[in-house]
C-alpha cells in the first residue's frame, strides 16, 4: 500500500501515475528525474542536482493546475487583470510552491528519508531577484495574492539575464558582482517561442492611404527586436489557482538575420543578434533615481509592447472584439516604468487596427490604472525629448496629440491660468525638453493611486496636486501589503505552528484572525512559548550571521534590524551614528548598565550611488572596531549582513526584536519590509512615514517606538532655513567627532569626510534634526526589553493586529475600486479532460 504523501482535504485533483502524491511516487519521481532531466547518478550528484531534481518534482505536480486554470480562463473569456512591471522579486520558488501545494512537510519528511538535507536542498536554488528592493517585492507580493483569491491575472516583465547584483563585502566595501541566476538552467519557466512578438525600435514615420483609402500612418522602424515569453507559474495558496508571470526575453528576429547574412556580413549578423539581446541582459540596479539611458527607455518599451501585442492575441484567441479591449482586460501600470504603454496601446488601436481615436482613448483609458511608488523628485520619469524621437517616433507623434487633447480640456477647466498648463503638459519646455512619464500615466488612467495613506494625501497636495484638482475622483490610495504565504508560513514556520495550534490555520488566507491571539497575550505560558520561537528564530539567524560574517552573536541581546537598500532618506546613518553614541557611551563609563544589543545591518547600494557605499563602509568601519573592543565586553555588537535578499530576508525577519523604519517623514512612500517585521512579532522604532503611521495605529501607540519629526514639521524646518550645525552639541557632537577624528578609520581623518560634511553643512534628510528624538525613543526601547515578559505582549499584539497588511487585503481592494475583477474557481480537469 503507498503511504499517502498528503492528507489535506482540499486536494481534489484526479492523480495519475506520473503527478501521484504518495511518498512512493515522490521519490521515485525525483530519482528518475535525476536520470532522465539532469542526466546523472548519486555519486556524480551535486546538491544543485538534487535540488533541480526537487523542483522538477513539484513542478509536475504544478502542471495540471496551471493547464485548468489556462483552460478554464480560455472558454470563459474571463476578465483578466495585467499587472505590467518592470521588476518582479520572486526570490525563490520551491520553498513558497511548496507551501502553496500544502505538501511541504510530506516532502520534507520523504527528502529527509533519502538521507538528504532539505534546507540544504531549498538554499541551492539561485532566487530570481529581477527587482531592486520594495516595488519589485510587492509586484511579487501581488501576484500571489492574485493567485490566491483566485483572480485571473498575468504579471508582464522582463526576464533579466542578470538580476540584481550580488553584493560582497570586501575590506568593508560594497562590491557588485553579476547575478547569474540562469546558469544551472531555471526549473521553474516554460519558453513559448510560439508566441514570439517582434517589437519596433527607431526609424521614422510617413503618412499614406490604405486600400480604402483611409488616412493612416506608417512607422518604418530601423531595428526588430524578437520578444520571447518566457512563462512561469504562480499557484495560489491551497487553490487549484495556477496563474502565469509571462517575462520577456529580447532575441534577434530570424528574418533580420537573414538579410544581413546573405550580404555576406557574419560578423554584422552575429552583432546585432547580440544588440538585440541587450534588451533584457540586465536590470538598472537604481532603486528611486532615474537613469536617464536610451537602452532602460528601450527595455521598458519592449516589454511593454510585447505584452500588449499578447493581450492582442489573447483576445483574438477567445474570439472578443478589439473594441473591447477594456471589458477584457484590466492593466495596471506599477509606476511609471511602464508607462509608454498609453501610447502604445493607442498605436496598436489606431494603427494597427484602424480604431477611430476617441474610441482608443475610451479603451486605453478604461484600460489603465496608475500606481506611483514615491515623492523623491530624483525618481519621477521625465525622457529627454531628443532621445524619445529617435527611439520611438510614432509614439511622440501620439503623445503630442494626447497631450494637444488634454491641454484643451485643462483651458476649458482653468481658463486662462497658462502657468497650470505648463505645469501639467506632459512635455516638460521649461529648458531642454522633456517627456513627462508620471504625466503620461495620469492622463492615460482611470484611476490613480498611492501606496499608504500619507503618501496617497502628499500626492494629492504636491506632486500630482493639478491632476487631483482636474480629477479628484480618480485618486485614491491603497496601502501596500505582503504575503504571509511567504513571510510567515514559509519562513518562519515555528510561529506559523505555535499560531495555528491556538486558532486553527485560518488566518493565512485570513490574516484578520490573527486578533484572537490578542488574548493570549495575557497568558503568561503562551508568551513563554512566543519568546522560546523568537529565541530559536535568532538563534538559527546567529548561526547564518556566523557564517557569512565570521561575526559570533548572542541571541539573548536585543536584535535591531534594518534591512532595506541603502539611501539617505532611509537614514542608515541615523542609525549607526546612534551605535556610536552608545560605544562612546560605554568607552566613557564602562560599567554603565546597557541593554546587550546586535545591530543587524543589510541592503544593497546603487553602484553609482558613492555616499551610500560609504554608509556601508562606516556601518563596516564601526563594527570593526566595537566588535573587537573588549572594553565592549560583547555587549554591543555590529553586524553587516552580505548581500540582502529574499533568501536572506525570509531568516532576517523572523529573528528581528526591533524593526528600525527611520525615514525621513514624507520621504517614504509606505515601506513593506515593516510589515514583515511586525507580523514576524517585531517592535518598530520609527518615524510618523509611509506604512509606518498605520503600522502604529493598528498596533497601537504603546507598541509601537515613535520618533521624530512629522512631515508639516519637517517641510516647516527647512522653509525656516535648517542649519545642521545648530544640532551639533552634547552627545551628537562627541559623536561626529570621533568619526571625523579617523578613530574607526585607522586615523584617515578624509575617509567619512564627505559624508560627515554632507551632513555638518547640508544634512537634507535631517538627520541631526532627528537625533536626539532617535536617541531618545532608543533609550525606551532598551528599558523595555528588560522586561522580557511585557516585551513578549508588545511583540505578541503587534503581530495579533498585523491583519491589515497582508497583500490580500490590498489585492481586494484593488479589485473592489479599480479592477473590477471577480474571482474565477478553477476545477481540475484529468488528463482525459485535455485529449484532443
Ligand atoms: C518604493 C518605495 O520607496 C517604498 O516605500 C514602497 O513600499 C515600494 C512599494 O510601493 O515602492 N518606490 C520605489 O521606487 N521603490 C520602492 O521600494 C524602489
Redesign the pocket.
Known amino acids: 500500500m503507498a503511504t499517502p504523501l498528503v492528507a489535506v482535504e482540499h486536494r481534489t485533483e484526479p492523480q495519475d501515475e506520473r503527478t501521484a502524491l504518495t511518498k512512493e511516487a515522490f521519490q521515485r519521481d525525483f530519482f528518475n528525474n535525476l536520470f532522465y532531466i539532469l542526466g546523472k547518478f548519486p555519486t556524480l550528484a551535486t546538491k544543485n542536482d538534487y535540488y533541480q531534481a526537487l523542483a522538477f518534482v513539484v513542478r509536475d505536480r504544478m502542471l495540471q493546475r496551471w493547464i485548468s486554470t489556462a483552460a478554464a480562463y480560455t472558454k470563459q473569456g474571463s476578465r483578466t487583470v495585467a499587472y505590467f512591471s518592470a521588476e518582479f522579486l520572486m526570490g525563490p520558488h520551491l520553498g513558497n510552491n511548496l507551501v502553496n501545494l500544502g505538501i511541504h512537510d510530506e516532502v520534507r519528511k520523504a527528502v529527509t528519508e533519502l538521507g538528504l538535507d532539505f534546507n540544504e536542498l531549498l538554499l541551492e536554488e539561485d532566487e530570481p531577484g529581477l527587482g ?4 519589485g517585492r ?1 509586484a511579487a507580493c501581488f501576484i500571489e495574492s492574485l493567485a490566491t483569491l483566485q483572480i485571473p491575472s498575468l504579471g508582464y516583465g522582463i526576464r533579466y539575464e542578470f538580476g540584481i547584483f550580488h553584493q560582497e563585502i570586501v575590506d568593508g566595501w560594497q562590491t557588485e558582482r553579476t547575478d547569474k541566476w540562469l546558469r544551472f538552467g531555471n526549473p521553474w519557466e516554460i519558453p513559448r517561442p510560439e508566441w514570439a512578438v517582434h517589437v519596433k525600435l527607431g526609424g521614422y514615420t510617413e503618412p499614406y492611404r490604405d486600400e480604402f483609402y483611409r488616412h493612416r500612418v506608417r512607422w518604418v522602424p530601423d531595428r526588430l527586436v524578437a520578444a520571447v515569453p518566457y512563462d512561469t507559474p504562480i499557484l495560489g495558496y491551497h487553490t487549484n489557482t495556477a496563474n502565469t508571470l509571462r517575462l520577456w526575453k529580447a532575441e534577434a528576429p530570424e528574418s533580420f538575420d537573414f538579410a544581413v547574412f546573405n550580404r555576406g556580413d557574419y560578423y554584422g549578423a552575429v552583432m546585432q543578434k547580440v544588440s538585440s539581446e541587450n534588451l533584457s541582459k540586465v536590470l538598472y540596479p537604481n ?2 533615481q532615474l537613469q536617464g539611458k536610451e537602452l532602460r527607455l528601450s527595455q521598458q518599451y519592449f516589454f511593454v509592447s510585447a505584452s500588449l501585442q499578447d493581450m492582442f492575441r489573447i483576445l483574438k484567441i477567445q474570439k472578443i472584439p478589439v473594441e473591447r479591449f477594456h471589458e477584457k482586460f484590466a492593466a495596471q501600470l506599477n ?1 511609471t516604468h511602464p508607462a509608454i504603454a498609453v501610447a502604445e496601446l493607442m498605436r496598436l488601436l489606431i494603427d494597427e487596427n484602424v480604431v477611430p481615436w476617441e474610441q482608443a482613448w475610451d479603451i486605453t483609458r478604461r484600460t489603465f490604472a496608475y500606481t506611483n ?2 515623492l523623491l523628485p530624483e ?1 519621477l520619469e521625465c525622457w529627454p525629448l531628443p532621445l524619445f524621437a529617435k527611439l520611438l517616433p510614432r509614439h511622440l507623434e501620439i503623445i503630442f496629440e494626447i497631450n494637444a487633447r488634454f491641454l484643451d480640456e485643462v483651458r476649458i477647466r482653468f481658463y486662462g491660468d497658462e502657468e497650470r498648463i505648463a505645469r501639467m503638459s506632459l512635455i516638460d519646455e521649461r529648458g531642454e525638453r522633456y517627456v513627462r512619464m508620471a504625466h503620461l500615466a495620469c492622463v492615460g488612467s482611470h484611476a490613480i493611486n498611492g ?1 499608504a495613506e500619507l503618501h496617497s494625501e502628499l500626492l494629492k497636495q504636491d506632486v500630482l496636486r493639478d491632476f487631483y484638482e482636474l480629477w479628484p475622483t480618480r485618486f485614491g490610495n491603497k496601502t ?1 501589503g505582503v504575503t504571509p504565504r511567504r513571510w510567515m508560513a514559509l519562513s518562519n514556520p515555528r510561529l506559523t505552528k505555535l499560531v495555528s495550534s491556538h486558532i486553527g490555520d485560518e488566518w493565512i488566507t485570513d490574516l484578520s484572525q490573527l486578533r484572537r491571539l490578542e488574548p493570549l497575550a495575557e497568558d503568561a505560558g503562551f508568551r513563554q512559548q512566543w519568546l522560546d520561537v523568537k529565541r530559536a528564530c535568532k538563534c538559527d539567524f546567529a548561526a547564518v550571521a556566523l557564517k557569512k560574517t565570521g561575526i559570533t552573536i548572542d541571541p539573548d541581546s536585543l536584535f535591531d534590524v534594518q534591512v532595506k537598500r541603502i539611501h539617505e532618506y532611509k537614514r542608515q546613518h541615523l542609525n549607526i551614528l546612534h551605535v556610536v553614541a552608545l560605544y562612546h557611551r560605554l568607552r566613557s563609563n564602562p560599567n554603565v548598565d546597557i541593554t546587550p544589543r546586535t545591530f543587524i545591518f543589510g541592503g544593497k547600494a546603487a553602484p553609482g550611488y558613492h555616499i551610500a557605499k560609504l554608509i556601508i563602509k562606516l556601518i563596516t568601519s564601526v563594527g570593526d572596531v566595537v566588535n573587537r573592543d573588549p572594553a565592549v565586553r560583547d555587549r554591543l555588537k555590529v553586524v553587516f549582513l552580505p548581500n540582502f535578499n529574499v533568501k536572506n530576508g525570509q531568516r532576517i525577519y523572523p529573528a528581528a526584536d526591533l524593526s528600525e523604519q527611520v525615514s525621513t517623514a514624507g520621504k ?5 519590509g515593516n510589515m514583515k517585521f511586525s507580523m514576524n512579532g517585531a517592535l518598530t522604532i520609527g518615524t510618523m512615514d ?1 506604512a509606518n503611521i498605520e503600522i502604529r495605529e493598528e498596533v497601537g501607540a504603546e507598541n509601537f517606538f515613535l520618533f521624530g519629526l512629522t512631515t508639516p514639521e519637517v517641510g516647516a524646518l527647512k522653509a525656516s532655513g535648517y542649519n545642521p550645525a545648530n544640532y551639533l552639541d552634547g552627545e551628537l557632537k562627541e559623536v561626529v567627532e570621533l568619526i571625523r577624528s579617523g578613530f574607526f578609520s585607522r586615523g584617515d581623518a578624509e575617509l567619512f569626510r564627505p559624508l560627515i560634511d554632507g551632513l555638518v553643512h547640508h544634512d537634507p534628510y535631517l538627520v541631526f534634526a532627528d537625533f536626539d528624538s532617535y536617541s531618545k525613543a532608543q533609550q525606551q526601547v532598551s528599558a523595555a526589553y528588560q522586561d522580557r515578559d511585557h516585551w513578549a505582549r508588545m511583540s505578541i499584539l503587534n503581530s495579533a493586529r498585523s491583519g491589515k497588511f497582508s497583500s490580500d487585503r490590498t489585492i481586494r481592494e484593488y479589485c473592489d475600486d479599480i479592477w473590477k475583477a471577480p474571482a474565477v474557481p478553477i476545477r481540475l480537469l484529468t488528463q482525459e479532460d485535455v485529449k484532443v
Do not use: P, W
Open positions: 531592486n528592493g520594495g516595488l510587492l532603486d528611486e509606476d511608488h514615491t525618481a501606496v501596500n517614504e512612500a509606505s515601506g513593506t509611509g
